[in-house]
């Protein structure tokens, strides 16, 4: 049976379609703003972005792999958004870029799913300490 990424509000699924796009665009060296990728998942308007690339950028860093989100900018600044952890910019992109992101098996959506309630609870631990 064919499904659709649209009709699935699941923000782990949403997540995986994002990779994909993200992984694309690596291997292409290129960036995408927010906006574009908004547009591409026929969401309405940019900011439901944070969810869905924080699932992406937690599995990144848990798995010891570059962040992938430092693709997607803001098209003001050209720079990832504020909410993006343990990236220098330059040179993540850069390793982003050099990554053979073709040569991973893409996580699953349960792995996503994980990867952010992990990195959600160390986010508010880290947090509540300081």
């Known amino acids: 049976m064919v499904q659709y990424f649209k009709s699935d509000p699941n923000q782990p699924k949403r997540a995986l379609q994002i ?4 992984i694309g665009l690596a291997h292409n060296r290129q960036t995408i703003t927010y906006g ?3 547009d591409l998942l026929e969401f309405r308007g940019a900011g439901v ?6 699932h992406i950028m937690y599995w ?9 989100t ?7 600044s ?9 990236v220098e910019l330059n040179a993540g992109r850069e390793d982003v870029f050099k ?3 073709y040569g991973l098996v893409p996580p699953t ?4 799913r994980d990867a952010y309630a992990q990195g959600e609870r160390e986010r508010r631990a880290a947090e509540s300490s300081r």
């Open 109 to 112: 959506v349960d792995e996503l």
């Open 36 to 38: 574009k990728l908004a």
């Open 78 to 86: 050209g720079l990832p958004g504020q909410g993006l952890v343990g």
């Open 60 to 68: 990144c860093q848990h798995n010891g792999l570059p962040g992938l």
């Open 19 to 22: 990779w994909l796009i993200l």
């Open 99 to 101: 990554y053979n992101w």
């Open 49 to 54: 972005l944070a969810a869905p690339l924080g």
């Open 70 to 76: 430092v693709l997607v900018v803001n098209q003001d």
